[in-house]
């Protein structure tokens, strides 16, 4: 196949790159365009206008977008002008064009949900909380809308809603989490007791590959791996990367609460948005996208696929 892919050089495109490039030909849409194997060429934005410009392709992975700012310093609208209406824009161009059969649009767990109580499916009536998973969600609602032209021309969508995301070579809060735990520093938040889903990249690229190559129906599907771990079980998972032995304090509760409040204040690292996402309870369901795919599991376990992470962080 010929794929085109938005925000090629982030995170999640170089590992897709990686992923296809043996079995397709690959094309990137990004606001930079170094040279990188497996990438035929990176076109810019402004190409998109114009017809001549980007070679005809089999499919569009829409990427590029606006992630969440945990420090809650992105003004709303930069996340909309990003994660809507720059869908909107790729997504118009997917349906103008008869040779593209096939859209996977990466939105987020939190167009759909901010809190989960149980476990997160497909079904769900959308809440998301806040500019970043309320622009996601009127990017989805966008893409339904046009649902009807989509089957008129024997095109299909897939929306993937992934939980966070991680893989060597990524940042952000695992990171952040990991380098508080290599200086050795007691994890204080032992008493929080929660269960979470994260996503392996290689369990990303097998279900963009299998969207891209087998006959899945259009529609929305939650990501992530087949086992959610608890904020402890990944401080030890941590520490056996390290070769440590693992320091779990389990202080007050109120009393980390008063920290992140106060962390609020002076710019800590330890602040509320961060203790949620800590210590939370957020467990996705990816039974229907192993339905589709005809698979009993996920190919990446999810303590192998986060060992290989912290492994890329030393």
């Not at 118009?92 to 859209?103: P, Q, T, V």
Request: hydrophobic share 40%; net charge neutral; charged share 25%.
């Amino acid at each position: 196949m010929k794929i085109l892919i938005t925000g090629v050089h982030g995170f999640v495109g170089s590992n897709l790159v990686e992923a296809l490039k043996k079995e397709h030909t690959i094309y990137g849409l990004d606001i930079i365009s170094p040279i990188k194997d497996g990438i035929r060429y990176t076109f810019s934005w402004d190409d998109l206008e114009r017809d001549d410009m980007i070679p005809d392709v089999d499919a569009i992975i829409h990427l590029a977008g606006k992630a969440h700012d945990t420090k809650n310093e992105t003004a709303a609208d930069v996340y909309f002008k990003v994660n809507t209406e720059l869908t909107k824009k790729v997504f118009d161009y997917f349906l103008a064009h008869e040779c593209i059969k096939k859209f996977v649009f990466f939105s987020t767990a939190k167009a759909a949900a901010d809190k989960v109580d149980g476990i997160l499916t497909e079904d769900v009536v959308p809440a998301p909380v806040g500019p970043y998973g309320e622009s996601k969600i009127a990017a989805e609602r966008y893409l339904l809308s046009k649902m009807e032209d989509v089957r008129s021309k024997s095109k299909d969508v897939y929306i993937f809603r992934p939980c966070m995301i991680h893989g060597p070579g990524n940042k952000g809060n695992l990171n952040l989490l990991y380098n508080v735990v290599k200086k050795g520093i007691p994890w204080p938040l032992g008493a929080f007791e929660n269960r979470r889903t994260f996503t392996s990249i290689g369990n990303i690229c097998f279900a963009v590959e299998g969207v891209l190559t087998k006959d899945v129906p259009s529609g929305i599907y939650n990501m992530g791996d087949d086992e959610a771990l608890s904020t402890n079980e990944l401080i030890e998972e941590i520490c056996k990367s390290l070769g440590k032995k693992a320091h779990i304090w389990k202080l007050p509760k109120g009393l980390m609460n008063g920290v992140a409040k106060l962390g609020d204040k002076l710019h800590l690292p330890l602040n509320s948005e961060r203790l949620r996402k800590l210590t939370e309870n957020y467990i996705s369901s990816n039974d229907k996208i192993k339905e589709v795919l005809g698979v009993e599991k996920m190919p990446v376990d999810a303590r192998i696929g986060l060992q290989a992470t912290l492994k890329s962080f030393r």
